[in-house]
């Protein structure tokens, strides 16, 4: 089974901040990896699809990268609706999937 | 605009069965694109994908709830439904169903998701 952890497991920031979230894989996925936005009470939303590609409708400010094990989410300039808790998801093992445990995002 | 919904008992007995049905209104379920699944999050925790289906009926489960999960589809309702046996204070989740791409398998599309209380 492929195993997906998350770092930092949460974090504080203030309003256009930079954010980075990585999102390890327990072995090689290539680009099999998406992420997803989830607000208390609300279903996710997906955000990034296949590493690096931004889904329709989601802020440029939004950006993934990586490939293999190694992922990272990055927000370029935070803002007050991305106070969230952000979760990554491997679809190398297609259709069987596996979420990471999350990290969520609070106000320093 | 696709929305999904979810339907069924928000309370369930330790030992039965928890029965889900997923709605699928503005697209049909018959689309050679789309898996759809059943995905859970325990009060407080992380995301954990149940299992999907195909429209042709094909079935893949988490393997770590595979001897108690059952998903079936309905085209002609547009619906499908999931079954979880023998249920414990461990499966009370609220419990989404979902469009999810067979490209990326990325999960596109979401139900506003249904708590289920596992409770005497």
């Known amino acids: 089974d492929i195993q997906m952890t998350q770092s930092p497991s949460s974090l504080s920031a203030s309003v256009g901040d930079r954010v980075t979230i990585t999102c390890r894989a327990s072995q090689s996925i290539s680009s099999y990896l998406n992420w997803y936005q989830q607000k208390p009470g609300k279903a996710p939303k997906l955000l990034i699809y296949a590493a690096s590609s931004l889904q329709s409708g989601v802020p440029s400010r939004f950006s993934g990268s990586g490939s293999g094990t190694d992922f990272t989410l990055t927000i370029s300039s935070l803002q007050p609706e991305d106070f969230a808790t952000y979760y990554c998801?491997?679809?190398?093992?297609?259709?069987?999937?596996?979420f990471g445990p999350g990290t969520k995002v609070d106000i320093k | 605009q696709l929305q999904l919904q979810e339907s069924g008992p928000g309370l369930v007995k330790p030992s039965e069965t928890l029965s889900l049905t997923c709605t699928v209104s503005g697209g049909s379920i018959s689309s050679s694109s789309y898996y759809w699944g059943w995905i859970r999050q325990p009060p407080g925790k992380g995301l954990e994908w149940i299992g999907s289906?195909?429209?042709?009926?094909?079935?893949y489960y988490n393997p770590s709830l595979k001897s108690r999960v059952t998903i079936s589809v309905d085209t002609s309702k547009n619906q499908f439904s999931l079954k979880l046996s023998s249920v414990t204070a461990a499966d009370t989740a609220v419990y989404y169903c979902?469009?999810?791409?067979?490209?990326?398998?990325?999960?596109?599309?979401w139900g506003q998701g249904t708590l289920v209380t596992v409770s005497s």
């Open positions: 998801q491997q679809s190398y093992s297609t259709p069987i999937f596996t």
């Open positions: 289906i195909y429209y042709s009926g094909s079935t």
């Open positions: 979902a469009r999810i791409m067979t490209t990326e398998t990325d999960v596109d599309y």
